[in-house]
């Protein structure tokens, strides 16, 4: 099977493409990789005149590797699969335990992993991922994902402990005063410490 030729057209469309899925503008991508913005307004058009030096940075904040700038192993689509996975079989044990990987993985890799929305039918584990997803954008100085940006905040509170067994008032009161204010703007009730940030 013949691979499709190498230009520096079709190289700056998937840096354009790619830039997009991870939700970033032109001028945010610039700021991460301390570059203008008209460096990344040229490198999306395809002049041929950028800095490689300048080029490769930009290729490895976007998440390609060499050789032949393979997306990484694209983990959000991985992590959005586990959660869907894990709430369908109602293993909300360790649903928790995957949203605790979920934002340690993603304060490592300076980004929300999530890019794209998970999609999963439970309400509350959607609006709690967005909620978390606007927390790791805040902690790595990211923009938040428009999935997350877009999400309504419930009329209810959403306490996912209570999906495992009956949370007291005087438990939900220490949760709420340890609660990041990201979550808290969606009415999301989980305490930072609980979202595995050691």
Aim: charged share 25%; net charge negative; hydrophobic share 40%.
């Amino acid at each position: 099977m013949k691979s499709p030729s190498f230009t520096v057209a079709s190289l700056a469309d998937r840096i354009r493409t790619q830039r997009g899925v991870l939700g970033l503008t032109q001028a945010a991508l610039a700021n991460s990789v301390g570059v203008s913005r008209k460096f990344i307004v040229d490198l999306e058009s395809g002049k041929e005149t950028v800095a490689l030096g300048l080029v490769l940075r930009v290729l490895k904040r976007l998440g390609f590797e060499e050789p032949g700038l393979r997306i990484i192993n694209d983990r959000g689509s991985e992590i959005a699969e586990d959660f869907r996975e894990t709430l369908e079989a109602k293993d909300f044990e360790f649903a928790l335990r995957l949203i605790s990987e979920y934002s340690t993985e993603s304060l490592a890799e300076g980004r929300p992993l999530l890019a794209q929305s998970p999609e999963l039918e439970d309400s509350q584990y959607q609006v709690a991922l967005a909620a978390i997803t606007k927390w790791i954008a805040s902690q790595t100085n990211m923009p938040v994902p428009q999935w997350a940006a877009d999400i309504a905040r419930p009329s209810e509170p959403v306490f996912l402990s209570e999906k495992l067994y009956p949370v007291g008032e005087k438990m939900k009161e220490l949760i709420r005063a340890e609660t990041p204010p990201e979550l808290q703007e969606l009415n999301v009730w989980i305490r930072q410490r609980s979202l595995g940030t050691a």
